[in-house]
């Protein structure tokens, strides 16, 4: 884990970030001597929350669909 002081973090906030993004955590050490950590905050979206697709078809031709694929089994 790399270190920067808090001039270089001054000066190179975005590379900072890009780093912090690539690795997971960068370290800051202000002028008091204390030491910070930077890094990415978690998605609050699922994984799972995906844009529908528009198929054209409606809600009871699905139904149906299913259905069917049940009688055949």
């Known amino acids: 884990m790399i270190t920067f002081t808090y ?11 890009a780093k912090s993004a690539r690795e997971g955590t960068v370290r800051i050490k202000g002028k008091d001597g204390k030491v910070y950590v930077v890094k990415p905050a978690k998605s609050l ?16 031709e ?8 049940r009688k055949n089994k």
């Open 7 to 17: 001039e270089k973090a001054q000066q190179n906030l975005s590379a900072i970030l």
């Open 45 to 60: 979206r699922s994984p799972l929350d995906v844009k529908g697709v528009k198929l054209g078809i409606t809600t009871e």
């Open 62 to 69: 699905i139904v149906q669909f299913v259905q069917e694929s």
